[in-house]
């Protein structure tokens, strides 16, 4: 080591020993000329070691601390010339290395400087870590924040990327889903403009792309150097390190979470660590979300479900119910054309029974559609229901008129209860507009409009035969009318009302005696009255006004238990049947004697 400096610095290295400050001369070209015993302990170099060396093997200058003042001080030292300050990496023998702030001072006598070094390493990661724990703090709070004002998946992803990209200082932030049915990702929410790399908003395949990577792998990924990265597989002008994380919730991998930046090796393990507990995090509250919007659904269908089941007991006319019930679908499920085809086993075809659309349809209300050839018909003879995601790949050849219609996707469920009924259908001007969710919501519904539609066409047939038992009731010309257990009058044929003079309204309730008395037979007792007890049928020939004569029969109406309900009273006028037997009976008497006399 050469000791040719003057007496100046070399008290200035002692006095720097003695506060253990390690402290380096050299001459204006950078040699080293001297140093003191602090500097050779912290380097790990002796004296000789550094004999012939220049401050570049040891200390690499980086830049100047902000605010740095390169003027002289008003109290420098004799000699002083000018002092300049740097951050700077120094480099000890084993090779290791340590932050440092160098202060160079200049002498003017001498033309020599006095490099001073200050061990910044430990206060570096004192400042890191609370730099980290800050920033740490800042992301919980704010996720925190969004988990607790929101329980929607698209605000609360949107949000999370927004956040992360501010607090982390990101030029990009994105998070892909596994779409559950096509196993591909999908981008949910993006921070930063997508251009050609992450965030792009294109589909990704598991596996291929770098995302695919980390939902494959199920672990994190840190690219330092995206340009440089054989697993980056995009090149996105300005985008040099990226960090991805798995989004997961009990173990399933749910997605991912990625951020990007333009500077290099930006991004820490520290980060990756912080991202980590986000991407857990953000999967349970997307679980959470997604859990929620189930129950909501769930408790839709149940709502709904009620309605129809009270729309149901209210009303029997099935165009009644189906209006409401359409009504009541629209609010869950989106539709163009809603249908209720009626299936007559007979003639094998359909009836359009009933139809809700503001479309221009030639399938109207009324009209009869095949069976075979249709989506309709496949869901009738299987008893499942058929969805038509695309009416342009339709293997039904008849459902293409649909196609002509502007129809692109169908739904159809069967109705059975006992027996197949018929066809529920929902069209969509859209492609793929009902999947398999839908049919959670539809399936349930056609089980209540089977019900109500069983009972819709019993209640029509029941009517129906009413309405002709009413008809032959009323035709037939002699007296017919029924009695309760109390003798009292349900209901009556017209031949007895025009005879009595009664209205449908008046008699009814009446007693049997009240009608012998309009009619002119005087009867004071119970004429039935053996039928009642004995519940077998009785017959008697009553008398009324003038010569006239009738023959009346009881019947009894037992029910199922053997119980008697209801009496029919059979009551015919033989008045002039009686008379032509008198006649008869003269004529024969008469002819008789005519034997006799001639005898």
Same mark, same amino acid.
């Given at each position: 080591?050469?000791?040719?400096?003057?007496?100046t610095?070399?008290l200035?290295?002692?006095?720097?020993?003695?506060?253990?400050?390690p402290?380096?001369?050299?001459?204006?070209?950078g040699?080293?000329?001297?140093?003191?015993?602090?500097?050779?302990?912290?380097?790990?170099?002796s004296?000789?070691?550094?004999?012939?060396?220049?401050?570049?093997?040891?200390?690499?200058?980086?830049?100047?601390? =902000?605010?740095?003042?390169?003027?002289? =001080?008003?109290?420098?030292?004799?000699?002083?010339?000018?002092t300049?300050?740097y951050?700077?990496?120094?480099r000890?023998?084993?090779?290791?290395?340590?932050?440092?702030?160098?202060?160079?001072?200049?002498f003017?006598?001498?033309?020599?400087?006095?490099?001073?070094?200050?061990?910044?390493?430990?206060?570096?990661k004192?400042?890191?870590?609370a730099s980290?724990?800050?920033?740490?703090l800042?992301?919980f709070?704010?996720f925190?924040?969004?988990?607790?004002?929101?329980?929607?998946?698209?605000?609360?992803?949107?949000?999370?990327?927004?956040?992360?990209?501010?607090?982390?200082?990101?030029?990009?932030?994105w998070?892909?889903?596994?779409?559950?049915?096509?196993?591909?990702l999908?981008?949910?929410?993006?921070?930063?403009? =997508?251009?050609?790399?992450?965030?792009?908003?294109?589909?990704?395949?598991? &596996?291929?792309s770098?995302?695919?990577?980390?939902?494959?792998?199920?672990?994190?990924?840190?690219?330092?150097?995206?340009?440089?990265?054989?697993?980056?597989?995009?090149?996105?002008?300005?985008?040099?390190?990226?960090?991805?994380?798995p989004?997961?919730?009990?173990?399933?991998?749910?997605?991912?979470?990625?951020?990007?930046?333009?500077?290099?090796?930006?991004?820490?393990?520290m980060?990756?660590?912080?991202?980590?507990?986000?991407?857990?995090?953000?999967?349970?509250?997307?679980?959470?979300?997604?859990?929620?919007g189930?129950?909501?659904?769930?408790?839709?269908?149940?709502e709904?479900?009620?309605?129809?089941?009270?729309i149901?007991?209210?009303?029997?006319?099935?165009?009644?119910?189906?209006?409401?019930m359409v009504?009541?679908?629209?609010?869950?499920?989106?539709?163009?054309?809603?249908?209720?085809?009626?299936?007559?086993?007979?003639k094998?075809?359909?009836?359009?029974?009933?139809l809700?659309?503001?479309?221009?349809t030639?399938?109207?209300?009324?009209?009869?559609?095949?069976?075979?050839?249709?989506?309709?018909?496949?869901?009738?003879?299987?008893?499942?229901?058929?969805?038509?995601?695309?009416?342009?790949?339709?293997?039904?050849?008849?459902?293409?008129?649909?196609?002509?219609?502007?129809?692109?996707s169908?739904?159809?469920i069967?109705?059975?209860?006992?027996?197949?009924?018929?066809?529920?259908?929902?069209d969509?001007?859209?492609?793929?507009?009902?999947?398999?969710k839908?049919?959670?919501?539809l399936?349930?519904?056609?089980?209540?409009?089977?019900?109500?539609?069983?009972?819709?066409?019993?209640?029509?047939e029941?009517?129906?035969?009413?309405?002709?038992?009413?008809?032959?009731?009323?035709?037939?010309?002699?007296?017919?009318?029924?009695?309760?257990?109390?003798?009292?009058?349900?209901?009556?044929?017209?031949?007895?009302?025009?005879?009595?003079?009664?209205?449908?309204?008046?008699?009814?309730?009446?007693?049997?005696?009240?009608?012998?008395?309009?009619? &002119?037979?005087?009867?004071?007792?119970?004429?039935?009255?053996?039928?009642?007890?004995?519940?077998?049928?009785?017959?008697?020939?009553?008398?009324?006004?003038?010569?006239?004569?009738?023959?009346f029969?009881?019947? =009894?109406?037992?029910?199922e238990?053997?119980?008697?309900?209801?009496?029919?009273?059979?009551?015919?006028?033989?008045?002039?049947?009686?008379q032509?037997?008198?006649?008869?009976?003269?004529?024969?008497?008469?002819?008789?004697?005519?034997?006799?006399?001639a005898?």
């Open positions: 080591m050469n000791k040719t400096a003057s007496k610095p070399s200035l290295l002692e006095t720097f020993d003695s506060i253990a400050i402290v380096f001369l050299a001459d204006h070209e040699n080293l000329i001297d140093c003191n015993e602090t500097a050779c302990d912290i380097l790990k170099y004296a000789d070691d550094l004999a012939g060396r220049t401050l570049r093997d040891f200390i690499t200058l980086t830049k100047s601390p =902000p605010g740095t003042n390169h003027a002289r =001080p008003e109290h420098a030292p004799a000699g002083h010339k000018d300049e300050h951050e700077a990496s120094c000890r023998k084993d090779g290791t290395a340590f932050a440092a702030k160098v202060a160079i001072i200049s003017i006598e001498e033309n020599q400087k006095l490099v001073v070094i200050q061990n910044i390493s430990d206060r570096r004192l400042q890191l870590k980290q724990r800050t920033k740490e800042a992301i709070n704010t925190a924040k969004i988990l607790t004002t929101h329980v929607d998946t698209d605000r609360i992803t949107q949000e999370t990327v927004d956040a992360l990209a501010e607090i982390m200082t990101a030029d990009k932030s998070i892909y889903l596994i779409d559950s049915e096509r196993g591909d999908y981008l949910k929410a993006r921070h930063g403009s =997508p251009g050609d790399g992450p965030a792009c908003g294109r589909r990704l395949t598991a &596996g291929e770098f995302e695919g990577k980390v939902v494959t792998s199920g672990r994190p990924l840190l690219v330092e150097n995206a340009p440089e990265d054989p697993r980056v597989s995009y090149r996105e002008k300005g985008i040099r390190s990226i960090a991805a994380v989004i997961s919730s009990k173990g399933v991998i749910m997605g991912v979470l990625g951020l990007a930046s333009s500077r290099a090796s930006f991004f820490t393990a980060d990756i660590q912080l991202l980590t507990t986000i991407g857990s995090q953000l999967g349970v509250a997307i679980e959470n979300s997604r859990l929620i189930q129950l909501q659904e769930k408790m839709s269908q149940i709904l479900i009620n309605e129809l089941s009270g149901i007991n209210s009303s029997l006319s099935i165009g009644t119910i189906f209006r409401i009504s009541e679908i629209r609010r869950l499920i989106d539709y163009s054309r809603a249908s209720l085809l009626l299936y007559d086993e007979k094998n075809n359909f009836l359009i029974f009933a809700d659309t503001a479309m221009k030639v399938m109207k209300k009324g009209v009869r559609a095949p069976v075979e050839g249709t989506s309709a018909g496949w869901a009738v003879r299987n008893n499942k229901p058929w969805i038509s995601r695309d009416l342009r790949e339709t293997t039904f050849p008849l459902d293409r008129k649909l196609l002509q219609e502007g129809i692109r169908t739904v159809s069967p109705l059975f209860h006992d027996r197949i009924l018929g066809v529920f259908n929902l969509s001007t859209s492609p793929a507009k009902y999947s398999e839908d049919l959670g919501i399936v349930p519904v056609a089980k209540h409009i089977s019900i109500a539609l069983e009972n819709a066409l019993l209640f029509e029941i009517s129906k035969e009413k309405k002709e038992w009413e008809k032959t009731f009323d035709a037939i010309t002699d007296m017919v009318w029924i009695e309760d257990g109390g003798q009292r009058i349900l209901r009556a044929n017209q031949t007895l009302l025009s005879l009595t003079g009664f209205s449908s309204i008046e008699i009814t309730g009446k007693q049997c005696w009240e009608l012998f008395e309009a009619i &002119g037979i005087n009867h004071i007792e119970c004429i039935c009255e053996d039928t009642i007890r004995t519940k077998r049928p009785s017959f008697r020939e009553l008398k009324g006004a003038g010569r006239s004569t009738f023959h029969w009881a019947y =009894p109406l037992i029910d238990e053997g119980q008697l309900y209801a009496v029919v009273h059979y009551l015919k006028d033989v008045t002039d049947q009686k032509l037997e008198q006649q008869l009976i003269r004529s024969e008497k008469l002819a008789s004697l005519g034997t006799l006399v005898g």
